[in-house]
């Protein structure tokens, strides 16, 4: 009987080593929430959010006024909750609220560097569609983490 739990928990231990090997580790992880610099803004888009939900349940129906506040909550979603940041080796994982996107750096084209910011596009000259394929790198602990991870994209997008 000692034997079996033995040899369960070897091939559990296995498995976590083989899992963690597997798992691609992050160049650089961050965490950005924008309303916490901005606090008169998160108060004053939450409270439209909330009217929006009042006058919907009042004068149309309770599940129609859920929804908008569901669609209004993700339109704003990245403003109000935080953005956690993943670059790896293989591309960029970027998780918010009811949102999760993976990027590979094969997928990207082009790289527009702002003052807070970087825009990643899988098109090379801008196009309508990149808010909807593209992805938003925000950043705010400083300008010289910002010089290093625009270094690193530059140099993953150009050496495919």
Not at 135 to 160: A, F, M, T
Request: glycine share 4%.
């Amino acid at each position: 009987m000692a034997r079996k739990v033995k040899q369960k928990q070897k091939v559990v231990k296995q498995k976590t080593v083989k899992q963690n090997q597997e798992a691609p580790q992050p160049l650089m992880e961050w965490t950005v929430h924008m309303a916490r610099k901005q606090p008169l803004k998160a108060a004053a888009t939450i409270a439209i959010i909330a009217f929006t939900i009042a006058a919907g349940w009042v004068w149309v129906h309770p599940l129609i006024a859920f929804l908008m506040g569901l669609f209004l909550l993700n339109a704003v979603g990245d403003f109000l909750f935080p953005i956690r940041y993943k670059v790896t080796e293989e591309g960029i994982e970027v998780s918010s609220f009811l949102r999760d996107k993976k990027v590979r750096w094969e997928q990207i084209r082009r790289l527009n560097v702002f003052h807070d910011s970087l825009f990643l596009s899988p098109y090379p000259k801008p196009s309508r569609l990149d808010n909807l394929r593209g992805v938003w790198l925000y950043w705010d602990n400083g300008p010289e983490g910002l010089k290093h991870l625009i270094q690193i994209c530059q140099s993953r997008i150009q050496s495919r």
